[in-house]
């Protein structure tokens, strides 16, 4: 636990301009990402006594060992800056919203020649349009089976679409009027994408226009005795005015706008997003979030606007937006809301009416959602925090182990020998830093002597970022004046932060790695967890002791009967079959062996499926299949002169010799066995098997 006063900047240090700041931890890691009018005010709020701040911003100095800033020109340039590094670092004690759920949308792909309507979910891709988020795949489906019949859009995928335009003929929905099937020219691209564009206007609120224009085709198809066009039209109609009906008209000036609301307690928030379109709710989605700083409901808006709006731009911003409690710098956040959209964009609370009815609406949404969550996660905070806590308790360790990491070794009969490594931080898994390894040091099947290979590695990979990133070095003296646009302060005696404008280019330093980001092996985890018993664990605290590193504590937990081993103890530690340190001690070592047979079975499959032919550089797979097409096997193949091999279409004589040195070198393969009878199948001059 690092002392504030330790890292605090000098008086006077810190400018009076607005800015973004950082803290970092001892291992340069950013922990925490805020922004402010006037750095020096705001700064000057963390170096406080410590009693006075709040519990959650005294964890947070207490963790980190230094602190450092960027100024900026206003307060727009600070929100976006804060959003970048928030969205670079992933912070542990900022906010970071959650999805409850991978919300569908509905997208066209305006990006391919013949667009086409699905459901998507994820990250949202360029050149694509989306409508939504729906709260059920199932609801997209239905109102695309409406509208099919006045729009008929391809909603097939690629390898259908090929294969009826190779065939000629069309899918189902090309026969029964719900695709224009393009595939087989009934349609031309320019045609088709008019359809696309006219159900994207349908989808973004332009429904009267279109409604009324069906309306009169109708009547006029009627006084002209064209009694099945107008019948057709009539449906057509009908059939929209469903799909409209799915969102019922909630504000009935044809308004577009977001509606934000917030729910919280001391621990946790919530929020709920209603999308209005045309006046009727288009979409809705909410986020969950745990309160890891002290944050109130102006700043959680703040924070969701950012999650909300900061990869998108033009009309997916709303002209209005509007919301439970105005941030702390509401013009600031309005100039960057209309700089993603391109217009001016509204930003305020509703105070009367049916916004001001629809925000309550949407602010009861909030609250069940929140109470849904903690039903569903019944203290889940609480529950991870004892789980730790019994985990040090269990052994013997002075804190409880924010960050574990688990080992596991994988292997089939001795064969294709692998090792996994998966991370927990704060009882949560951390996938971006699960790493994956190969067993190098020795052929054969010995799970203890691998398990000390791949300690070994990885913190040998430890001990050298430490000392790349400068860990063991006391801070360079200053060579001259910082740069006005960065400022660094760090705790004596911490890693060195980067110089003031050492990100500039042209600068003559040799690049370092000590940004903040995520990095191989960087970090040291607290406690070590062997997927064995005591012979494992012996391996993996002698491959510690070899490297000098002595405050790492580690275990095995051994799957026959559960037992937690520690190194040197005769008896292993038994944890109650209801303890919660047990049940996540038990989820680390589960996890750890997933990651390793998967990655041991791709590797193996990789393997059966290599040939001699991959070892011949520039061999790609077109002029593979050639050479197999060609000789009709890799046998009849190994005894072709290289003349012969020239022969094949693509194939020169330099790639003919590369490949029959490859053949000639490669060891024999195995003999392939009828696991039936036991007979040996072997190769015929033909090629087929016998």
């Known amino acids: 636990m690092a002392d504030p006063s330790s890292y605090r900047p000098k008086p006077g240090q810190i400018p009076d301009s607005p800015g973004v700041y950082k803290f970092r931890d001892e291992h340069r890691r950013v922990i925490y990402v805020g922004k402010a009018k006037n750095l020096r005010q705001r700064l000057a709020n963390y170096f406080q006594d410590l009693a006075a701040l709040h519990p959650r911003t005294r964890t947070m100095v207490t963790t980190a060992a230094s602190v450092e800033w960027t100024v900026v020109s206003t307060e727009v340039e600070a929100l976006q800056l804060e959003y970048s590094w928030i969205k670079e670092f992933d912070p542990r004690f900022n906010v970071k919203y959650r999805d409850d759920k991978s919300y569908p949308y509905l ?146 000036d044809a308004t577009d706008a977001d509606l934000i609301a917030v729910a919280e307690d001391e621990l946790e928030a919530a929020v709920q997003i209603f999308h209005v379109r045309g006046g009727r709710v288009r979409g809705q989605r909410g986020w969950v979030t745990d309160k890891v ?82 039903t569903k996660r019944a203290s889940d905070l609480t529950t991870r925090s004892r789980a730790l806590e019994e985990i040090a308790q269990a052994l013997g360790l002075d804190t409880a182990p924010l960050r574990i990491e688990c080992f596991d070794i994988s292997h089939l009969q001795g064969e294709d020998v692998v090792a996994s490594m998966v991370v927990f931080e704060d009882g949560l898994v951390r996938k971006s830093e699960y790493r994956r390894f190969q067993i190098k040091g020795f052929e054969g099947q010995d799970d203890v002597r691998s398990m000390h290979e791949v300690i070994g590695r990885r913190f040998k990979r430890y001990l050298q970022e430490k000392e790349r990133t400068g860990e063991w070095e006391e801070p360079p003296a200053p060579t001259g004046p910082a740069p006005a646009p960065q400022n660094t302060t760090t705790a004596p005696g911490a890693a060195p932060g980067p110089a003031a404008g050492a990100d500039a280019a042209g600068a003559d330093a040799e690049p370092r790695e000590d940004d903040g980001r995520p990095k191989r092996f960087a970090y040291p985890p607290q406690l070590v967890v062997v997927d064995g018993g ?95 097409k060609h000789f009709g096997s890799v046998k009849k193949l190994k005894q072709a002169t290289i003349d012969e091999i020239c022969e094949v279409p693509g194939i020169g004589r330099r790639t003919a010799e590369s490949v029959a040195v490859a053949l000639a070198s490669a060891a024999p393969a195995a003999p392939a066995v009828n696991t039936a009878t036991g007979e040996i199948i072997e190769e015929d001059d033909g090629g087929s098997t016998t």
């Open 107 to 252: 997208a066209v792909t305006l990006n391919e020649e013949f667009p086409r309507v699905q459901v998507m979910r994820g990250a949202k891709k360029k050149g694509v349009r989306y409508f939504g988020p729906y709260g059920h795949a199932w609801a997209i489906r239905e109102t695309v089976d409406l509208m099919l019949r006045v729009f008929p859009v391809r909603t097939c995928s690629a390898g259908v679409f090929k294969n009826a335009a190779r065939t000629g003929r069309p899918c189902l929905l090309g026969y029964i009027g719900k695709c224009s099937a393009p595939c087989v020219g009934r349609v031309t691209p320019e045609e088709h994408r008019e359809l696309a564009d006219d159900f994207c206007d349908f989808m973004a609120g332009r429904t009267g226009t279109y409604i009324r224009r069906l309306e009169k085709d109708m009547m006029a198809a009627a006084e002209e005795m064209e009694y099945e066009r107008a019948a057709r039209l009539r449906d057509d109609v009908e059939a929209l005015k469903r799909a409209m009906e799915k969102s019922a008209v909630v504000l009935a």
């Open 293 to 374: 700083e002290n944050v109130d409901t102006s700043g959680l808006v703040e924070l969701a606007l950012q999650q909300l709006y900061g990869e998108e731009t033009g009309d997916s911003v709303p002209k209005e937006v509007l919301v439970p409690a105005l941030p702390e710098d509401p013009d600031a956040v309005s100039q960057w809301l209309a700089g993603r959209r391109g217009s001016q964009v509204s930003l305020r609370i509703p105070q009367r009416g049916d916004k001001k009815d629809l925000m309550a609406t949407v602010q009861r949404n909030a609250q069940q959602a929140l109470g849904l969550h903690k």
């Open 534 to 628: 005591q012979p494992q664990v012996a391996a993996a605290k002698r491959a510690l002791d070899e490297l000098g590193i002595d405050d790492i504590a580690v275990c095995g937990l051994a799957k026959r009967l559960e037992e937690v081993w520690l190194p040197d103890d005769d008896d292993p530690v038994v944890l109650p079959r209801s303890s919660e340190g047990l049940y996540l001690l038990q989820r680390v070592r589960d996890e750890a062996h997933r990651f390793a047979i998967t990655y041991q079975r791709a590797k193996r499959a990789k393997r059966i499926r290599s040939s001699p032919l991959d070892a011949v550089a520039g061999l790609g797979e077109t002029r593979k299949q050639a050479l197999i």
